[in-house]
């Protein structure tokens, strides 16, 4: 027992500890290396808000199933680059909407099918709605959402859903930081005017 | 819409962030004064604003953990982690031993003479009731584990059914080396974090062995 005081297994000392995120380089390192158990809880930690920017992003849940498979794949590829500069979570939604915006650019040609009513009860977590009526609010903000010109939605879910700011979504869609803005007012108004429509 | 309207309108999302210039929010708060159909806009705006920001998250559905796994292994990116039962026992009772270690004898501040936590009675007095009570939470969810795990493992093959409680009492043991701790250090908070990994410890192996394929 005195030999094992010395070197304790680093497995258990990863699983030991009680609060996810305290240490993302040593939990970054272990995807890294492959393990199947960190995998599982880098999974976990993720995939419900990797899953719902991509479903935003496209409006289709078959698509955004999709572009979260890739995204993950892609991540298990990156993420022995992360330095621990950011957090473990902002590095990887970095890159995970950089991704999806580049996946989506390469699918401009194909036009997304629009959720049916089913499929959108189906994936919106409605747990957290008390009321049918917020529940159906909410809906029609979704549908409007899906219903948006490709562009405007990918502003407002960056802007307004995720939180970027103008210069970073510049950067990420390769436009000024003006345009941004003035797209962005374009977008709500937009989705102002089709919310004016379900709700009349 | 008067050219006015047509001029501050664009300026609204901005100013709904906050962020105009000081003259630009003096001009605008002018014309919203006397612009009705711009303030309503304007209200809209913000009302979209919070809406869009408490979305709910969307659950992703229960089987794309599973596809992906599957991708992830066929492009090397994860290694199959071997059953339990065909790992050697030998690593599973050392890190048990470890866990063990490392729980009751490595953690500063544990045993006799160690620093009282900073705080109130009273906010003390708190804390540990709510320790208190997240470690009955744990019991009562380890005794009915407990139970399903004893269940599962009648219909083990010896072999696998002798690794799974070596361990269990390896765990076993951490938790009652780490209680007794606690009742000696019952105002020291790094005890109760330890006793509680060591439950939660248990709780992870306890589902290791309910979930484990005996196909």
């Known amino acids: ?200 | 819409m008067s050219e006015e309207c047509r001029h501050i309108e664009p300026m609204l999302s901005e100013y709904a962030d906050e962020s105009v210039s000081d003259a630009q929010r003096a001009q605008i708060e002018a014309h919203l004064e006397a612009c009705p159909a711009c303030h309503e806009i304007l209200r809209d705006l913000r009302r979209l604003k919070g809406e869009l920001a408490d979305l709910p998250p969307v659950r992703p559905p229960a089987d794309l953990k599973r596809r992906l796994q599957e991708q992830a292994l066929a492009a090397g990116l994860i290694t199959k982690r071997p059953p339990i039962w065909q790992r050697p026992a030998t690593g599973w009772v050392l890190a048990a031993a470890a866990c063990l270690l490392v729980t009751v004898l490595l953690i500063p501040g544990l045993g006799p003479g160690s620093t009282p936590a900073p705080g109130s009675t009273a906010e003390m007095n708190d804390i540990y009731h709510d320790l208190r009570n997240a470690e009955t939470l744990y019991l009562n969810a380890i005794d009915r584990m407990d139970q399903l795990a004893a269940r599962k493992m009648n219909e083990m093959p010896p072999q696998m059914r002798q690794t799974f409680e070596t361990n269990l009492a390896l765990i076993n043991q951490t938790l009652a080396e780490s209680r007794t701790y606690v009742l000696e250090n019952a105002r020291n908070p790094r005890a109760w974090e330890h006793l509680l990994a060591a439950y939660q410890k248990k709780v992870e192996f306890l589902s290791l062995i309910m979930e484990t394929d005996l196909g």
């Open chain 1, 1 to 200: 027992m005195g030999a094992l005081a010395g070197q304790p297994d680093q497995d258990v000392m990863f699983r030991m500890r009680l609060l996810p995120g305290q240490d993302d380089i040593a939990f970054s390192r272990k995807v890294a290396s492959g393990d199947a158990r960190a995998f599982e809880q880098f999974y976990e930690r993720f995939a419900t808000r990797l899953f719902s920017i991509a479903y935003r992003l496209c409006g289709d849940a078959s698509l955004s199933e999709d572009m979260t498979q890739e995204v993950f794949l892609h991540l298990l590829r990156k993420v022995h680059l992360f330095n621990g500069q950011a957090s473990l979570s902002t590095w990887l939604h970095r890159v995970a909407t950089n991704f999806y915006i580049s996946y989506l650019r390469s699918y401009q040609p194909k036009k997304y099918p629009h959720e049916s009513e089913e499929s959108l009860h189906k994936h919106l977590d409605q747990k957290s709605s008390q009321q049918s009526s917020t529940l159906h609010h909410r809906l029609d903000l979704e549908r409007a959402l899906a219903q948006l010109p490709d562009g405007y939605r990918t502003i407002i879910v960056l802007h307004d859903i995720e939180g970027y700011k103008h210069e970073e979504i510049a950067d990420m869609l390769d436009i000024s930081p003006g345009t941004s803005k003035s797209q962005l007012h374009h977008a709500r108004m937009k989705l102002r005017s089709l919310l004016q429509g379900v709700e009349q």
